[in-house]
């Protein structure tokens, strides 16, 4: 691959100098590094391609609402399977098994989206979070077995480099052998949420306690060792799925909601028997509103939340399991299509099936790109991959560029 794309660069310097050659005064374009480099233009994309290893690309493209999205002959390849999160305007990729390095990227101020740092961890990061001004990425390692710290990393948006680390277990339980798996990094004002699963200290992935909503709240950016508090709520389940980064989010008025799950298909083990729903947290309070709480199992006639993200105006966008009848984990794979795209007002407590959108598989997706009001997403069926861009006032959903991979994992704006 690395040849075709030096083969590809070549060839278009070689084109831009005969250009500038027959007309002095045009300015040419910038031509990115082929292994470090992408051109920044339009939307910037993580790209799964197809194939044995599957191999992962930050690609950018001016119209992703037709033709096809490739890396063929472009892209910044990445190593092994990697988790996006943009905070500002920089895309940061973290490793997850192959190596243990996290990559800022952002525009160089020349049209050029390039590394701008990178930095090491132990373990790997599986949950990530930013400040309210944009100017620090929250990174946390979760060991997957034993009462290890879950070690929660501060990094400077602008160096890419860790500025403090702190130590926290969230809780553990070491007699019975329980400790917590957070589920998203939540800051508001100075106050830092950190919802979590009860899991077995072993590493099997059993929810002990699933029939609960547990929140940790620290302070912040002082963040301590331990949590201030620890909220609970027993109307829903453990807060958000595994590898999800917005199983709590804010409005602008500062209200936080959370979605729970609890499907077995979603990984827990045991399911729930509580409903999947949406709790809130009270603009300036730390507890969860006793008035307030969203069964979205009965709304949608027994769906079952798998994801959501904010959107604007009191509206979230989220992905609905129609059931729970596959086997544990099966709507993290890829050929189980009974995900179904909506849109939730918070406020009114309504869910609005997206039109146009087949059901479809997805496991994972970085947070959402808004712009005026439209929201892009992949979305895969048994056959093919889409992109599709979401109105989010009409719940309604245009197909745009084919897919040239396995899915897109995030849509940005660097």
């Not at 045009?26 to 790209?47: F, K, V």
């Not at 950190?194 to 909503?213: I, M, R, Y």
């Not at 087949?358 to 947070?367: F, I, L, T, V, W």
């Amino acid at each position: 691959m690395k040849s075709i794309r030096n083969s590809v660069y070549a060839l278009a310097i070689m084109l831009l100098g005969f250009s500038a050659c027959d007309n002095n005064d045009e300015s040419t374009l910038p031509t990115p590094d082929p292994d470090t480099g992408e051109a920044s233009t339009g939307i910037t994309m993580s790209l799964k391609t197809t194939g044995g290893d599957e191999t992962e690309f930050i690609v950018s493209e001016e119209d992703i609402m037709s033709g096809e999205i490739s890396a063929e002959g472009q892209g910044i390849e990445q190593t092994g399977w990697r988790f996006y999160y943009p905070v500002g305007n920089t895309l940061f990729a973290s490793g997850y098994s192959d190596d243990n390095q996290c990559a800022g990227y952002a525009d160089n101020g020349e049209g050029v989206i390039e590394k701008k740092g990178e930095f090491i961890f132990e373990n790997a990061l599986e949950m990530f979070g930013h400040s309210e001004d944009n100017q620090t990425l929250l990174a946390m390692e979760i060991p997957r077995a034993g009462f290890a710290n879950r070690r929660l990393h501060f990094i400077d948006v602008n160096t890419v480099s860790v500025t403090k680390i702190v130590g926290t277990r969230i809780f553990e339980d070491q007699e019975n052998g329980v400790i917590a798996w957070p589920s998203a990094l939540m800051v508001r004002g100075d106050k830092l949420f950190v919802p979590f699963h009860k899991l077995d200290a072993e590493g099997q992935f059993s929810t002990v306690a699933p029939n609960t909503a547990y929140v940790a709240v620290y302070s912040y950016p002082n963040v301590g060792e331990m949590p201030e508090k620890i909220i609970e709520d027993d109307r829903t389940s453990n807060i958000g799925v595994n590898g999800t980064t917005s199983g709590m989010i804010k409005t602008e008025t500062g209200d936080v909601y959370s979605f729970s799950c609890g499907a077995s298909m979603a990984g827990f083990a045991p399911a729930a028997t509580k409903p999947s729903g949406i709790l809130r947290i009270r603009a300036g309070e730390t507890e969860f509103d006793e008035d307030y709480f969203f069964n979205v199992e009965e709304a949608t006639e027994g769906g079952k939340l798998f994801w959501f993200d904010y959107v604007g105006e009191g509206k979230a966008i989220a992905r609905i399991l129609k059931d729970d009848t596959g086997t544990p984990w099966s709507a993290f794979e890829r050929d189980i299509f009974n995900q179904k795209l909506v849109i939730i007002d918070l406020v009114n407590q309504t869910i609005t099936d997206v039109a146009n959108v087949p059901d479809h598989a997805k496991r994972y997706s970085s947070p959402v790109l808004v712009e005026e009001g439209k929201v892009y997403v992949s979305i895969e069926t048994a056959n093919e991959a889409y992109v599709y861009q979401v109105d989010v006032a009409n719940a309604t959903a245009t197909k745009g560029a084919k897919i040239n991979g396995k899915t897109i994992k995030g849509f940005y704006k660097l």
